[in-house]
């Protein structure tokens, strides 16, 4: 079997394993890191009807007693009442402290399957097996875990990291079109803001997935090696998602996060010459569209600064946004609220 390796030293230090079929290989990986434990494998219903056999029975031909929780699929899962239920189903297995959860899925049983390992019994370990382009390269991997709550999206939550990520990139060829490319824009953004040998190569499409999310899992290692805690580097990771995030938030998660990321790095990239940066926006532009987004801001400039105003990393009067200095190469700029909303006005007409 054959697969990279990735390390990440942090409050816990793991690996991160991606190669094609390796989901067969689990229960061999996870042995010397958990022993003879108990396993409680947290999924959704498209992956379950998928997979959900397969990993139960590769678990159960390495010898590990696994059960099984399945919550529907898509974001509005990702909630107390789930949270909830799973915690509840884990004490009725009468899983222990030496036991451990399986998230076996997308960004959603990710988000939940970790925070639901921080909570029980104060904290039992957990392995992420991300299905989803997105979730390989980005949920699974620097230990943010959350639920959303009514008043928003993922503002309950903790840092905890996985014991291990095992990503079998053979699972995502099942991945539809459209979220498989919600994945390609988090692709680019780690091209843009660190790494413009990657972001040269997405140029040829279809890119060696292996490659690529070997890299942007290394890209995403080193920033979260810097600032686990997110306190300053971690930052340059929003490039795109705080206008992004706006315009999600505007069409009530009509327009899908990928899209919305790609939208909100083209308007970082037009802001960008305006603070005496470079301009990379048509350049970033060109690229975006040949994955098939539609960069266009359906929403007025005025709109997107409201919805800005509620942003939960505004601080203060300040809000913090990522722009491009040249492809590879983004910076944090922190400016006050106001000044956001002259240059949103001057970029999106
Ligand atoms: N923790 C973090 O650092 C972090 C970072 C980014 C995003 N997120 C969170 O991730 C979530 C989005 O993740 P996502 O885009 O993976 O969404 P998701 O988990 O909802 O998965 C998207 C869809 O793909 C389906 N799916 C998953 N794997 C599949 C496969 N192999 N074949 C066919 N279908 C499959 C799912 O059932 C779902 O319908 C959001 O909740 C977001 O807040 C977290």
Known sequence: MQFRTVHVEASRSYDILIGRGILAGLGGFIRPLLGNCRLAVITDSNVDALYGNAIMEHLSAAGYKACKYVIPAGEASKCADNLLAFLN?????QLTRSDAVIAFGGGVVGDLGGLSASLYLRGVK??????????AVDSSVGGKTAIDIPAGKNLVGSFYQPSLVCCDTALMDTLPKDIYRDGCAEVIKYGMILDAE???????????????VARCVEIKRDVVQQDEFDNGIRGLLNFGHTFGHAIEKLSNFAVSHGEAVAKGMVIAARIAPLCGLCDVADELSALLAQYGFDITCP???NEVYDALLTDKKRRGGKISVVLPRSVGD????????????????????
């Open 198 to 212: 990657l972001y040269k190569t997405l140029h040829t499409l279809p890119f060696d997935r292996e490659e690529v």
């Open 89 to 93: 189903f884990m004490a009725g297995e």
């Open 126 to 135: 957990y392995v992420q097996v991300p299905t989803t382009l997105l979730a």
């Open 330 to 349: 983004c910076t944090l700029v922190t400016l006050p609220v106001e000044e956001v909303g002259v240059l949103l006005s001057k970029v999106i007409v």
């Open 299 to 301: 929403y007025s400039a």
